[in-house]
């Protein structure tokens, strides 16, 4: 695949063939370039799943001193991979909305400039999981599923959505991969670092021909 700079479609790499727009984002070697505004993320459209994994890899390319959506669709509803605000340090976070509730984990982790950062985020009806380069963060164990985002919210990259536009909490950085799972209740997820996934619904998608469900 040649995603050249007159490329505007972020390529599927699963048999869904069900590709995100690029809105602004810009082509790098390996990743998309997010400017950290409203004319800068990715359209990956609509994904309602009751039990989903997230997972991306990221560089941030400021000191962050506001929250930035890395991948998410959190509209009363749905669930993101963030940097976040927590004892007055911004630092990387995951949730999803269950039984009408954000139930998010916080890591103790502010990241640094230009280091990249992969980030998992798993629910199967029974636990809420975040990893980090592999490592186990933290845990919320709940019962319930995910609660579909309101006003049709789409997931996107690099910023907080609404509908089918961002008006927020936008990235500045560079977003290397991105994936997005639907699991079936109770399935293991990640027992241990980099476990097996379960079964897709998007295998990842291509960044300048790599695909992205080959990281993990």
């Not at 984002?25 to 459209?45: E, I, K, M, P, R």
């Not at 798993?122 to 609660?147: P, Q």
């Amino acid at each position: 695949v040649d995603n050249s700079s007159n490329i505007e479609v972020l390529f599927d790499g699963s048999t869904h063939t069900i590709d995100g727009t690029i809105v602004g984002a810009t082509w790098g070697t390996d990743y998309l370039q997010f400017a950290g505004n409203s004319s800068s993320w990715v359209n990956l459209g609509e994904m309602n799943y009751d039990y989903m994994t997230l997972q991306t890899t990221f560089s941030v390319d400021k000191t962050v001193t506001n929250e930035m959506i890395i991948i998410g669709n959190p509209e009363s509803g749905g669930g993101f991979i963030a940097i976040g605000y927590k004892n007055h340090a911004m630092v990387i976070t995951g949730s999803y909305n269950i039984n009408g509730n954000y139930r998010r984990i916080y890591s103790d982790i502010t990241p640094e400039i230009g280091k990249k950062y992969n980030v998992i985020l798993s629910y199967n009806g029974e636990v809420e999981k975040l990893y980090i380069n592999g490592t186990l963060i933290g845990s919320i164990s709940m019962n319930g599923a995910i609660a579909a985002p309101s006003n049709n919210t789409v997931m996107a990259l690099g910023a907080n959505a609404s509908g089918n536009s961002v008006n927020s909490e936008y990235f500045k950085g560079k977003i290397y991969s991105a994936s997005v799972y639907s699991n079936t209740k109770k399935q293991v997820t990640y027992d241990s670092p980099y476990g097996r996934l379960p079964t897709p619904t998007r295998d990842g998608y291509i960044f300048r021909g790599w695909n992205g469900k080959n990281l993990l």
